[in-house]
């Protein structure tokens, strides 16, 4: 009997020394980053894509911005992790296009919900600054804005996870010179 006590003892001392930190955690909350387009003019949601990244502590977007002469580009990275989120050329007098990601997920791609997420205080939302010369409308809709994502599932999910975040704004405008804000977007950004 004594010898089945040690042999039993013997074997649940292995299982716990057994290496298991390379396995994830079931309820691990993922470091993820929204990115969702809605359309200048119209302010309409036009799809997005949900992007993971590795653990960080903080979350701060830096840009990399080359003005165009003829053309030049933009990337939005998120620091901590030296990640990009969003990258686009820019074109004088023609048109740029969206680099990274490569394509962003339909509207039909995105879950709804009944309950909309609440409106955050004008205080909460944050503009991309890229440049002195940044450009950004002198009247900016925010709540027209936010209406066209704040029914989506997702930013219900990242509004509660994280409510204290900042709603960061970003207008891409691929187009400049006798740019075309047809061709102009903004790029709502929210960490969870």
């Not at 993971?52 to 002469?69: H, I, K, R």
């Amino acid at each position: 009997m004594k010898k089945i006590i040690l042999l039993l003892g013997l074997a649940l001392s292995f299982m716990a020394c057994s290496d298991d930190s390379g396995s994830p955690l079931q309820n691990e909350t993922q470091n993820k980053v929204l990115l969702l387009k809605v359309d200048l003019e119209t302010n309409v949601f036009e799809g997005g894509k949900e992007l993971v990244f590795p653990d960080a502590d903080g979350f701060t977007l830096t840009t990399d911005y080359n003005s165009p002469g003829d053309f030049g580009d933009i990337t939005l990275k998120y620091e901590q992790v030296n990640d990009t989120i969003f990258a686009g050329t820019i074109v004088w007098n023609g048109t740029g296009q969206m680099t990274y990601p490569e394509a962003l997920n339909g509207t039909d791609a995105f879950a709804t919900v009944a309950e909309p997420a609440v409106m955050p205080t004008a205080e909460d939302f944050e503009l991309v600054e890229y440049d002195e010369y940044s450009y950004y409308p002198e009247e900016i809709d925010y709540d027209a804005i936010w209406d066209a994502i704040d029914n989506l599932q997702l930013v219900k999910e990242y509004r509660k996870e994280n409510p204290d975040a900042k709603v960061n704004l970003f207008l891409y405008t691929p187009s400049v010179g006798i740019g075309n804000p047809a061709e102009w977007d903004w790029y709502v950004i929210l960490k969870n």
